[in-house]
């Protein structure tokens, strides 16, 4: 079963346990339907029944999206795991436990996207992390605490973000 086509993505998403029942016991067939939809990849895998989310699925499906890691099982998720999701995504830095969440770790997400500055704990916002997320995403000052906006450059955010 191909899921190139735009029409097996439309079947896929309305018969998905029709088509595990049938599928998913070929071990090629859940890496294809991550690797080749075109549709939403977190909705791709979350249909993938448990029992079929092997280590290596999981890591395919947070690298194209990595908000699926809301849908891999605790016991597969790993600090490699973490770190690919919020290198594809920043955002999924609010998927990470708050223990997990390290310098290097918030530091991927915000050179994603600066607005995951909002999900750094406020210990690990240090000048540095601060001026890194406002630098992707200007918007992202309005989650750089007060004592430490004065450190961050205006002319390094004025000058990609001018309307700030």
């Known amino acids: 079963m191909s899921t190139s086509s735009g029409m097996d993505d439309y079947l896929l998403r309305y018969n998905a346990s029709k088509v595990f029942e049938r599928h998913c016991e070929d071990p090629t067939f859940c890496t294809d339907l991550i690797s080749k939809s075109k549709i939403s990849v977190r909705y791709v895998f979350e249909s993938i ?34 770190a690919l999701a919020v290198t594809q995504s920043g955002l999924a830095l609010r998927l990470v436990p708050k223990e997990l969440k390290t310098a290097e770790l918030c530091a ?8 995951a500055l909002e999900l750094v704990p406020k210990e690990l916002k240090t000048a540095e992390l601060c001026a890194l997320a406002v630098t992707q995403d200007g918007y992202a000052l309005r ?16 000058k990609k973000w001018w309307w700030l």
Do not use: M, N, W
């Not at 029992?51 to 699926?68: F, I």
């Open 108 to 115: 991927l997400a915000v050179t994603q996207s600066g607005l």
């Open 49 to 82: 029944p448990t029992q079929h989310r092997t280590a290596e699925l999981c890591a395919l499906a947070v690298t194209r999206d990595g908000l699926a890691l809301e849908f891999v099982p605790e016991e597969l998720k790993t600090a490699e795991l973490y």
């Open 143 to 158: 989650y750089v605490p007060k004592e430490l906006q004065t450190l961050i450059s205006k002319e390094k955010v004025t």
